[in-house]
């Protein structure tokens, strides 16, 4: 593949269920090599997006391409190269997990079958169990086993811990993440678990109401926001008007009406000098965290100084 052509590449995708507007004019770009992180509430868009990427759905309006290819013109081109784990698992009940292997094995012809033992073995999946009647999170682990071992360049993952024990997830799954990365294949993962995505990705791509309202580094993210809390030299019913502030903290002041605590945006010097001109002083100030910088985007975004 050439250097140029981003295994994902979406512009100004709409589309409409019915009434819903599921997504409106979203652009993305995801280059080699990274985790993308889409994050965003229930209902979002972000399953809609990753339907588009895997030719499931025609877009209404924009373009979706999967290295460089459209993918429902060309699903031939782009399918063998892309792993996919969906939200609800889907895979055939009926089959032995050996025999889903074998299924999904014949489909490739890249599959890695030591890499297979490999995942069965660290999943602790027993292969003469029927799918059926595996647990669900032992379900999840024969879906993402399937998608995982005919080592996909493109690897989207739609909720990929729901369903898992906090081992699996923070070990395992984080582990093959790392590793599909290092080899230098793509992942786009989506959650709304901030907290799990902030371990895991490179990038984050925020959805709210199917736009996409931010998306950049991760650690630009990390670096550009702060939480920051403001003593007062009086008490005040409302907050202070402080440039870079995204959103002021919906509990109620601390301390007699004097602490303040915002979510900001960059604009850091500022910020410092209209607190002293206030006669104000900052008490408290940390690194955001993803769900600060997701909720001051989302409901904060549009007040943005
Ligand atoms: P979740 O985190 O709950 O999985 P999501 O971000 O993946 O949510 P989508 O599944 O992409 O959200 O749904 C986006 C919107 O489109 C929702 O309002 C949903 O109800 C609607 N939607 C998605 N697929 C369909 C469909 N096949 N028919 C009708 N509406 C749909």
Avoid at 143 to 166: C, F, H, K, M
Wanted: net charge neutral.
């Amino acid at each position: 593949m050439s250097e140029s052509v981003h295994p994902i590449e979406v512009n100004g995708l709409s589309r409409k269920f019915g009434k819903t507007q599921a997504l409106d004019g979203v652009s993305l770009r995801v280059p080699k090599g990274i985790v993308m992180g889409l994050v965003g509430e229930n209902g979002a868009g972000k399953t809609t997006i990753i339907k588009h990427l895997l030719g499931l759905l025609k877009p209404d309006a924009g373009t979706v391409r999967a290295f460089g290819i459209d993918p429902v013109q060309s699903p031939e081109q782009t399918l063998n190269r892309i792993g996919y784990l969906s939200e609800n698992r889907e895979i055939p009940g009926w089959m032995r997990v050996s025999e889903l292997i074998a299924y999904t094995r014949a489909f490739y012809p890249k599959w890695d079958d030591a890499y297979a033992a490999e995942l069965l073995h660290a999943f602790k999946l027993d292969p003469t169990a029927r799918v059926k009647n595996l647990s669900r999170g032992q379900r999840a682990q024969a879906a993402l086993l399937i998608a995982l071992a005919y080592r996909p360049e493109l690897l989207l993952l739609d909720e990929p811990s729901s369903g898992l024990d906090p081992v699996v997830r923070r070990n395992i799954l984080t582990t093959i993440i790392r590793g599909v990365v290092n080899e230098g294949r793509t992942v786009l993962l989506s959650s709304h678990l901030l907290d799990e995505v902030e371990r895991m990705v490179d990038h984050v791509a925020m959805v709210h109401e199917g736009r996409i309202v931010l998306c950049a580094p991760l650690d630009e993210l990390q670096r550009q926001h702060r939480r920051v809390t403001v003593r007062l030299a009086t008490s005040a019913n409302e907050p202070p008007q402080l440039p870079g502030v995204l959103l002021w903290d919906d509990i109620a002041p601390m301390g007699d009406g004097r602490e303040w605590t915002a979510i900001c945006n960059g604009k850091t010097e500022e910020f410092r000098q209209a607190v002293t001109q206030l006669n104000a002083e900052i008490v408290e100030d940390n690194a955001a965290t993803l769900e600060d910088i997701f909720v001051a985007h989302v409901r904060g975004g549009k007040k943005g100084a």
